[in-house]
């Protein structure tokens, strides 16, 4: 049985999958320990972790809805405004059998455990990049860059049935996604997730901030 090394300094490799999603020119133009974390690929069964912890959360009426009900497929959206000043992690695990990465976010809440968060990224699809967040459904994704971030904005949602991708309609989206890393300097970055409807404006934004546990 393999086992997964949890350490602050595992076996890491050069990758170039994100690089070549957004052009060099792009990519050189990020600051460089943004350009490290994500131009890394991790040696087989090791994670790299983040800690941090949640620094500011907004939802309105639809978007706690849409936050609950999404905890029928794995719970992928946070749901709870009580994460806010509290712990969080992020780990990140190469997969194995696939071309691809695991990744996993705990947010720690004021009572009761914390809410987990997996999604599987894999670098397949028309856009380049696809990420899966359980029961069949996931998202294909447009990366882009900054002045000092990566972004990653949904281009559409679909449901995998056996090797049939189909796409959602657009009354079954839950909205417009957009994760942002932005690098902050001394080895901090800002992880900011928002989800925004065209019929209920700003569903969920969380801001959340991460330290490089090697530095």
Do not use: N
């Given at each position: 049985m393999e086992h997964t090394t949890l350490c602050s300094h595992p076996q890491v490799h050069p990758d170039h999958r994100f690089r070549s999603l957004v052009g060099k020119q792009s990519w050189n133009a990020l600051p460089c320990k943004v350009r490290a974390r994500f131009g890394k690929r991790l040696s087989g069964g090791e994670s790299i972790v983040y800690q941090g912890k949640v620094?500011?959360?907004?939802m309105n009426l639809a978007g706690r809805l849409l936050a609950q009900i999404a905890r029928l497929v794995g719970g992928p959206l946070p749901y709870d405004m009580s994460s806010v000043n509290q712990p969080a992690v992020v780990s990140v695990t190469e997969d194995q059998a696939g071309s691809g990465q695991f990744w996993i976010r705990q947010y720690g809440r004021a009572s009761g455990f914390p809410q987990v968060i997996h999604s599987s990224k894999r670098f397949a699809g028309?856009?380049?990049?696809e990420e899966y967040v359980g029961a069949g459904i996931g998202m294909a994704l447009r990366v882009r860059t900054g002045q000092d971030r990566l972004c990653f904005e949904s281009d559409h949602y679909f449901l995998q049935l056996g090797t049939r991708k189909l796409r959602l309609p657009a009354w079954l989206r839950p909205g417009a996604l957009t994760i942002t890393h932005q690098g902050l300097g001394d080895g901090r970055f800002l992880f900011s997730?928002?989800?925004?409807?065209?019929?209920?404006?700003?569903?969920?934004?969380?801001?959340?901030?991460f330290s490089d546990m090697e530095d």
């Open positions: 620094v500011s959360m907004r028309p856009t380049g990049i997730l928002s989800l925004q409807s065209k019929l209920f404006g700003e569903l969920i934004h969380q801001d959340a901030i």
